[in-house]
């Protein structure tokens, strides 16, 4: 299996785009990753999407991008996993270039979820939920999160607002990053009096809809050096690239305070690139809701069961903490492109393992992980990179 | 890169299956193929789907299908290129195996048209084209294909009946499988006489809505005896797979009436198979509508420009013809269930070439070709098998 290194990033910025259709947005990124490797062509378009069948009514969106970017002739496909759409592209791109059926790869993931006329953004993200067993009982997918969150509280005897510091955390750095959605840090007092969307969760809480693509260019690593000549950054390798999958229904799990596939997954990153936990610098966690920061940073091992949120609250997350997170604003600030989610924090990674995350970069980021949750901790994709 | 093959295939019925959902229809195919390779779980299941987003409001369904199999821990990803997401599956499955990141993959294709209560199973296909530049202007999936066929009549001074070969052809055809939608075949005179839906394409030129789901497993060739002991079948190698894109939107093609990205793709299959037409035994055409077989044997070679119909015509695309084609009914007969089209294709193309294809089994079958073609021919994927 041959190894396969990102030597190009591109992105949108996140936000209400109201005048930029689903092809812009994707256009944005991609030409800017290719601009930025260098290349005028790829053999292959992976794309990470969740909604544009259900929002925009069209599928068939791989070649559609494809087609937008003056990319004919290539192999194009659209891959979905919920939320976790932008990872699973990542991994069957690197599968694509590890396998040696491609040499040079464009990864992108876009989502367009507002100005969506006549449709309902909020139906559509609950199908990421069992749409016969959980969805057509009237669960949104906030809701399905407010139940979580509602039972940590009780399970853990926690604050309402011991989740505050996974919100403040993303929008101080969220305020640095000149795409995201929300560019200005929030208080305790602002977290508190936020207005709560589904019982406990409040807005602060919570990611945004919004808009946005990011994009990546991978190659082999032995190839790398071609693409990253005169580069200000070197090309940065994937470590590791996992997945894996839990029911889908919330109620169907043994125990539905444990992210037991980001537990999987994780293992087998870790396995692949040799690692454990402590060799991470920094990590992108899958902050839909502050209550899935705390389920993942449990799961994954570096906190323990009902202490997630204290690693928040103690200021351990912050970009000089032990284990920075979120660092270019995560999904609550940046914002949560749903379909592009997972590729906006391979981005960031990128940016940060080759030292160009401006106000934002973590000291000595060597080693970093990312990890892409689709529906409420039903698929989990975990991805380990190096510089 | 490894070679890939197939060791376990399972298919459901084809129809409107009012009493089973997309799950289970999937459920069906998955766990006969699990039990045709003898298997108990495997590594990933890579699922062709177009419409669940738009019709069933259900995303994430890659890993819904896993876990109904009871399949967790593993990789799931939902694959969508229009009506060519079977064969976009198979693709990434192969790909996923000949990386070596997975040793035992399922590949399946599953899509519920019918019974699909308050949605608009004819706007969902035309999300196939492109959503902003045609379907809004009220071009349907069959309106589009009704352009190509009546320019087709022009450009090549073709009569109304050309195309009836094909329809004849595959409905012989499915009436000898068991798992066909359509059981009866078709005369002249029924072709004739079939109501127009959108002229020129008459019923009989056009393949059904209907709901149906295929699987296969997928191993390294250097390990398939493991899974094909005692069967009476032996395994099928994946000896070429091969993608590409063309335009999504007709009207910006140079040549509406060639299909580029099916030539394109035959001819790197052909490159990495090191055959040539001559090798082939026979083929598994996208018949979604006539002129889209007449087409697809035009730009693959097998048939002059002008000229694809007259192999229907002449009788040369029967069992014991020049070159069968749509040996167990094709999309026209065996059905269309569209994101399970691609993986149907190859199922049948398995029994054909380990002699299993009962009454419509074509002799001394080594070398077989399949192509599935994603909207009106933006996304085209070929397969070429052999025994």
Known sequence: MRSVSIVGIGQSPVGELWNRSARHIAYDAVSAAMRDANIETASALFLGNMLSGSLLDQEHLATLVADFCGLHGIEAAKIEAACASGAAALRIGTMAVASGFHDVVIVAGVEKMTDTVGKDTTAGLASAADAEYEALHGVSFVGLNALLMQRYMYEYDVPIDAFAGFSINAHRNGANNPNAMFQEAISLADYVKA????????????????????????????????????????????????????????????????LLAAQTSCQRAFRQAGLTLDDINLFEVHDAFTIMSALSLEATGFARRGEGWRMAHEGEIGI???????????LKSRGHPVGATGVYQIVELVQQLTGTAGANQVRNARIGMAQNIGGSGATIVTHILGS
């Open 195 to 258: 207005p709560i969307i589904a019982t406990p969760i409040n807005i602060m809480d919570s990611s945004p809809v919004c808009d946005g693509a990011a994009a990546l260019v991978l190659v082999p690593t032995e190839r790398a050096h071609e693409f990253t000549r005169g580069h200000q950054r070197g090309a940065v390798q994937i470590l590791a690239s996992a997945s894996a999958n839990d029911t889908l229904a919330v109620h169907s799990r043994k125990d539905p305070l444990f």
């Open 320 to 330: 000089n903490g032990r284990l920075p997170i979120s660092t270019m604003g995560g």
